[in-house]
Antibody, heavy 121, light 105 residues
Framework: EVQVVESGGDLVRPGGSLRLSCAVS????????FSWLRQAPGRGLEWVSV???????FYADSVEGRFTISRHISNNTVSLQMFSLSPEDSAVYYC???????????????WGPGTVVTVSS | IQLTQSPSSLSASVGDRVTITCRAS??????LAWYQQKSGRAPKLLIY???TVQDGVPLRFSGSGSGIDFTLTISSLQPEDFATYYC?????????FGQGTQLEI
């Protein structure tokens, strides 16, 4: 089944670190681009980071310098390493595949169920 | 690019025709997508390119508009359509979303 599934969410103290993983099934990480997005409780959607086919990465200003996205072709996963976490980073984190159809670029056509990150003392 | 959705919430009944609007802070051509998010679930892509319905999405969902103003229309509401709907621009990097429209019974 074509799907992505996130893992690694946890309760972490302010200033702490966490690594999220996105397991990709039935298609190749190397042939697609992926983003991480997040949604704070009761809030809207926020794009966080993207990794493109060639490995190029970009980040939202709010996480630049603290988060690192990477892909692992050997085990067909995408990860998000997060450092210096603050309560404002608390959210459900989603891994999503970027759409490649005409007029669809920058949209997200396959989402995982999400993993919860809570930053609190 | 800022996206403003209206209304923020909407009450409707099964069988109703419903329209949600999304206004962009600058012209974005037809570079807009719509998502549906049910409570506790991930968003689902409904429409891209302002009016192209994603594979598997019921045809009661339609999108229109270009430039600044866009609409999502549900022609005849079904019980499973009660959810929150988000627009997202596809015009440039970084992508951003509207604040959402909660569709309630």
């Amino acid at each position: 089944e074509v799907q992505v599934v996130e893992s690694g969410g946890d309760l972490v103290r302010p200033g702490g670190s966490l690594r999220l993983s996105c397991a990709v099934s039935a298609f190749n990480v190397s042939d697609n681009y992926f983003s991480w997005l997040r949604q704070a409780p009761g809030r809207g959607l926020e794009w966080v980071s993207v990794i493109y086919h060639g490995g190029t990465t970009f980040y939202a200003d709010s996480v630049e310098g603290r988060f690192t996205i990477s892909r692992h072709i050997s085990n067909n996963t995408v990860s998000l390493q997060m450092f210096s976490l603050s309560p404002e980073d608390s959210a459900v984190y989603y891994c999503a595949r970027g759409c490649t159809k005409t007029n669809c670029y920058y949209a997200f056509d396959l989402w995982g169920p999400g993993t919860v990150v809570t930053v609190s003392s | 690019i800022q996206l403003t959705q209206s209304p923020s919430s909407l009450s409707a009944s099964v069988g109703d025709r419903v329209t949600i609007t999304c206004r962009a802070s600058q012209g974005i051509g037809n570079s807009l997508a719509w998502y549906q998010q049910k409570s506790g679930r991930a968003p689902k892509l409904l429409i891209y390119g302002a009016s192209t319905v994603q594979d598997g999405v019921p045809l009661r969902f339609s999108g229109s508009g270009s430039g600044i103003d866009f609409t999502l229309t549900i022609s005849s509401l079904q019980p499973e359509d009660f959810a929150t709907y988000y627009c997202q621009h596809l015009y440039s990097f970084p992508p951003s979303f509207g604040q959402g429209t909660q569709l309630e019974i």
